[in-house]
């Protein structure tokens, strides 16, 4: 399997590039439509058709290049099966495996930052969290449905009980971190470590995070798949 991580500077928006190095078809999760030309320069010097790109939920800081790729590249676009987009060629549930020649991944629903919040669990190895999990942290839950004690349940039921040495690849990191492990976020991650459900409530209700700045843009275009409509973004920047 081939994979790269790649990253948008304007939204600390980790985007991961996975092929299949024989059928030379490749997935893009949480591409970022600032990116797009970057992501279909690098497809086309690794020789990659792309086949999906995949969300792990409705983001608020960026819009997905998932539209743009698309129409581009005639490949599918995958959200989760909750998720408020009528966009969407596929749904995917929790469980499900979505297969691409040598390339097996698992959906894990892990609601809590959103309400439709899916990571992916990637060849067994290594998983993509989303916004559920960063590596010494985790996604906000304080808008778009989101809920302390449901993200609580989700880390700590469904992707603290894999394995230790389970590769963990974020959604965002604002620390310039690429990489950690379930065994270290497990042990070091301030968020969760010694800390009870009710307690991580607490926490996270006290949290005094700014509105991310897309927010008004970023979240209906991302219920259409990226698909940008002019007259409503002139309408939320004026």
């Known amino acids: 399997m081939l994979f790269r991580q790649l990253f948008d500077r304007e939204s600390s928006t ?13 997935i893009l ?12 320069k690098l497809l086309t ?3 990659l058709s792309l086949r999906y790109c995949l969300e792990t939920h409705i983001h608020a800081d ?6 743009k790729l698309r129409e581009m590249t005639d490949c599918l676009g995958i959200v989760p099966d909750k998720a408020q987009a009528s966009c969407a060629d596929r749904y995917i549930r929790d469980g499900e495996i979505l297969q691409l020649a040598s390339i097996t991944i698992q959906a894990i629903a892990t609601p809590g930052h959103t ?6 669990l990637v060849n067994q190895d290594r998983v993509l969290t989303g916004d559920a999990l960063f590596i010494r942290g985790c996604g906000r839950t304080d808008f778009q449905s989101g809920d302390a004690g449901t993200l609580f349940d989700s880390v700590t ?9 389970t ?11 690429t990489v950690s492990t379930i065994g270290e976020e497990k042990r070091w991650n301030p968020r969760f470590t010694g800390k009870n459900r009710q307690q991580f409530i607490e926490l996270m209700d006290h949290l005094i995070l ?24 002139s309408e939320n920047k004026g």
């Open 45 to 47: 010097e690794l020789g």
């Open 210 to 233: 700014p509105t991310p700045q897309k927010i008004m843009e970023a979240v209906p275009a991302n219920e259409r798949c990226g698909n940008v409509n002019t007259s409503v973004l």
């Open 157 to 165: 039921q469904k992707l603290f009980t894999l394995s230790d040495e």
């Open 62 to 67: 960026h819009i997905t290049g998932t539209a």
């Open 115 to 120: 309400d439709s919040h899916m990571a992916y």
């Open 167 to 177: 590769l963990v690849y974020p959604g965002h990191d604002y620390r310039g971190q």
């Open 14 to 26: 980790y985007t991961y590039l996975l092929a299949d190095q024989q059928t030379q078809t490749a």
């Open 29 to 40: 999760v949480d591409p970022v439509l600032e990116q797009v030309e970057r992501d279909l």
